[in-house]
């Protein structure tokens, strides 16, 4: 399929070669690109096409489909926008839009686009079926089921759908209106039973399901697979390219499939080699070397570890990858995922690096104590580290200026999170100051009631002489990254807060992310090094420590 892809790729660029004004080459050499994920390619054939036919509604969409690919939703919007006023009846441009809107919350703008596009092509089930959604996010259940029955009406075997109008219809029964179902279709019927009993099976197996799926127990399980804040969105026609997940909100937890086996404790874990390995990366990582990696060494006496900072560089996931890259490090510690181009990188050096999960943690927002201020949504912090929003009096807060801080994206693997799952790859304004450490700048929170900066909660939230803010996708749904009750400065540090583990295992945190060690896999000692101690920290003893070194065990429970 791949060299298909490519031999199309060549084909137009020899038609390009003959003649360089050949728009529907570069649109199908764009189409090309687009299959491959190729978008900065795919964006620029289209960019080229645009420049030479400006009234092509076809090329606008397809380019909005290629900055989705790259999470770049407001661009996406512009260029469906100018495809719509090219050609007002063209459903699947409201249909997208409506999704990109739908992902930045912008609730009644996507339902206004899932409208156009039903009323211009009145079977565009999916259309139904995402406007359904986003009525569920705003609570309107009385709309959301009607779009599923539209859903149904259209697709009778469509079983998801059925079993997301019986979760509406026990919502609003709980709300003491009755809504009546009608079983028509026996195929139906055996799939909600298999759903139900597989449900039912899960959590006899799994206790954590029950606490953390949204369970609603009576005559029957419901489980409210809410599908909401992360719109996922599907495809259903060639024309359409499907979008990614927005936000890693998810879950984190119930991505156990791939996990190994644990050992019970890090004498029991087999393979771990002999020598002196240097390790380091994300600074984010410092209380699991404090914590885990001293106890680690005193069961595994022949695996020695010696942290390694960068000779020049600030420490961090991107400037540890880098030295391992560089066979600076034999284990690489990372607070982010692996970039494309840096598996580029090491194919090129023909190395495959990997990445291992190993704890779960999120990042929390610090302000001062004395700031009066509920908290913020997603899209009100981003706004401030675009330097949109520049006094807390237009986020409900008092009058004073606001005074951000963040470490550089470029070495922080924190901040390049943030940016993009906070900023959607948005650059972080000008108005924003740079430090070099999170010690550097909650000293300036702490100094100044305007201030704010966000970092690793492990960092954060127990400290006295700052507080943490409740973080949510919207104003009205807030949550805290601490226990219950809030623990004053007055009281720290006799008493300091704890991270409510709850909230970032089962997802309800915004900003919830995974830690991964990263490996080195070229057969050698390095490769060896890497996997051995990514199965110490994921042994039962690994991950109890690492919850009490402030993150959270990416199995159910640190058993």
Request: proline share 4%; hydrophobic share 35%.
């Amino acid at each position: 399929m791949l060299s298909s892809n490519y031999k199309k790729i060549s084909d137009c660029t020899k038609k390009l070669h003959q003649n360089p004004e050949d728009v529907k080459a570069y649109h199908q050499r764009a189409c090309q690109w687009l299959k491959m994920e190729k978008y900065h390619k795919a964006i620029s054939d289209l960019t080229l096409a645009i420049e030479l036919r400006k009234n092509d509604e076809r090329l606008y969409y397809h380019r909005g489909i290629a900055h989705i690919g790259l999470k770049n939703y407001q661009k996406a919007i512009s260029d469906w926008s100018k495809a719509i006023q090219i050609n007002r009846k063209y459903a699947l441009a409201y249909h997208n839009r409506g999704q990109a809107h739908a992902i930045l919350q912008n609730y009644l703008e996507a339902i206004a686009d899932f409208s156009h596009a039903v009323k211009i092509n009145p079977k565009y089930t999916l259309a139904y079926r995402n406007r359904a959604l986003v009525y569920h996010v705003l609570e309107k259940y009385e709309q959301a089921l009607k779009d599923y029955d539209s859903v149904i009406r259209l697709e009778p075997n469509d079983s998801l759908a059925y079993f997301n109008r019986g979760i509406i219809i026990r919502i609003l029964e709980k709300q003491g209106k009755r809504v009546e179902i009608d079983y028509d279709n026996i195929l139906i019927q055996q799939t909600f039973k298999n759903i139900y009993n597989n449900i039912y099976k899960s959590i006899k197996r799994n206790k954590f399901l029950l606490r953390n799926s949204g369970v609603i127990a009576g005559s029957v399980i419901f489980v409210l697979l809410v599908p909401l804040v992360n719109l996922v969105i599907s495809s259903n026609s060639q024309e359409y390219a499907s979008f990614p997940e927005e936000k890693e909100t998810r879950s984190l937890s119930n991505k156990q499939s791939n996990l190994p086996q644990q050992k019970n404790t890090f004498k029991q874990v087999e393979g771990v080699p002999s020598g002196l390995f240097n390790y380091g990366g994300s600074t984010t990582w410092a209380p699991i070397r404090k914590e885990v990696d001293s106890i680690i060494q005193e069961n595994q006496q022949q695996f020695k570890l010696r942290y390694q900072d960068h000779p020049i560089k600030n420490p961090g996931s991107g400037v540890g990858i880098s030295m391992l890259l560089d066979s600076q490090l034999s284990v690489s510690q990372s607070s982010r995922p692996l970039k494309p181009e840096e598996y580029q990188e090491a194919k090129e050096r023909q190395i495959n690096l990997k990445q291992i999960p190993v704890a779960i943690d999120g990042i929390t927002i610090a302000v001062n104590p004395n700031l009066n201020i509920a908290g913020l949504s997603v899209v009100q912090l981003k706004n401030i580290y675009l330097g949109k929003i520049t006094n807390w009096k237009e986020v409900g807060g008092p009058d004073i200026e606001i005074v951000a801080f963040s470490k550089s994206p470029h070495s922080s693997g924190t901040a390049e999170f943030f940016v993009n799952q906070v900023m959607d790859k948005e650059h972080i304004g000008s108005n924003v100051q740079l430090v070099s450490t999170t010690t550097m700048a909650l000293r300036e929170v702490a100094a100044n009631e305007g201030a704010i900066f966000f970092a690793s909660a492990p960092e954060v939230v127990g400290q006295c002489q700052i507080k943490t803010l409740p973080i949510g996708h919207s104003t009205g749904k807030l949550i805290s990254p601490h226990q219950q009750p809030y623990v004053t400065p007055s009281q720290c540090p006799q008493k300091r807060n704890q991270i409510d583990r709850q909230v970032f295992q089962n997802g309800d945190y915004p900003l919830t992310r995974q830690l991964f060690v990263i490996v080195k896999e070229d057969g050698g000692r390095d490769e060896r090094a890497g996997k051995a101690y990514a199965n110490l920290l994921l042994s039962k003893e690994g991950q109890r420590l690492i919850e009490k070194a402030g993150f959270i065990s990416i199995y159910p429970s640190a058993n």
